[in-house]
Structure formats: structure tokens, C-alpha cells
């Protein structure tokens, strides 16, 4: 009875153990490859104000992802060229791999990125941002 109810705690401790490794995994990894609201609280949206303010101030590795929130329907997601970001201009295969989720994640791309919506009069409104990437 003794040796059962030791057995018992070991078992525990031995998982107790194993829950940390793996938490700590978790943060790891974390930190790793970043994931940023595009705009935090305000989202993807027409009245969030200029996008290229809020990546000012922060910092972008490769890997990490930028998470556009927003209404599904009301907006969509297209990853452009410099030439589509300062035109406001979408190429057709662009345009077909849009993403429309309304929580949409993108990796981003070793140096510059590009992203715009899709919708008619929303990128010149001043949804587009362009984020550099380290
Ligand atoms: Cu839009």
C-alpha cells in the first residue's frame, strides 16, 4: 500500500516534469516566429489611420506573421509588389490568392512587404502597409 501511494507521487512529479519541458517548448517557440495585429485593437479598417505609423513602431523578423482582423466581406488581404502597393493596384494573380477569412495570417518575406485591400477605393483610402522584414 505504502510503495503504490509512492509510486503514485513519482508518477506525478514525473509528469509534473514533462508539463514544464513542454510549456517551456511552447514559449519558445513563441518567440521564435512573432505575430502582430495589423493596427492592434483597431484592425484592418478604414478608420484605423495610417498602418505605415503603427509598423513604425515595431520591429519585423522573417517568419513572423502579420494578422489582418476584420469583418469578413467588409475587407480582404492582397499581398502586392511595390508597383501594386504605391498604385493601389492588385495584379489578377494576386488578386486570385487574396485572403478573405476576416483573420487572416501572412508570413512575412525577408525585406520589404506589401499588402493592400482588394476593395474598390479602400487601398487609396489607406488600407495598405508596407512592413520591412529583417
Ligand atoms: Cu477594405
Not at 519558445?28 to 483597431?42: M, T
Amino acid at each position: 500500500m505504502h510503495a503504490m501511494k509512492t509510486s503514485t507521487v513519482s508518477n506525478l512529479a514525473i509528469s509534473f516534469f514533462f508539463l514544464i519541458v513542454g510549456l517551456s517548448t511552447i514559449s519558445v517557440s513563441a518567440n521564435a516566429s512573432r505575430n502582430h495585429i495589423v493596427g492592434g485593437d483597431r484592425g484592418w479598417g478604414l478608420a484605423a489611420g495610417s498602418y505605415n505609423i503603427w509598423a513604425l513602431h515595431r520591429s519585423f523578423v522573417a517568419g513572423d506573421k502579420l494578422q489582418f482582423k476584420y469583418p469578413p466581406g467588409a475587407h480582404n488581404v492582397v499581398r502586392v509588389g511595390a508597383v501594386g502597393y504605391e498604385n493601389c493596384k492588385a495584379t489578377t494573380k494576386e488578386s486570385r490568392k487574396a485572403m478573405s477569412t476576416g483573420n487572416d495570417k501572412l508570413t512575412l518575406k525577408k525585406g520589404m512587404n506589401y499588402f493592400i485591400c482588394g476593395f474598390q477605393g479602400h487601398c487609396t483610402g489607406g488600407m495598405k502597409i508596407k512592413v520591412h522584414a529583417k
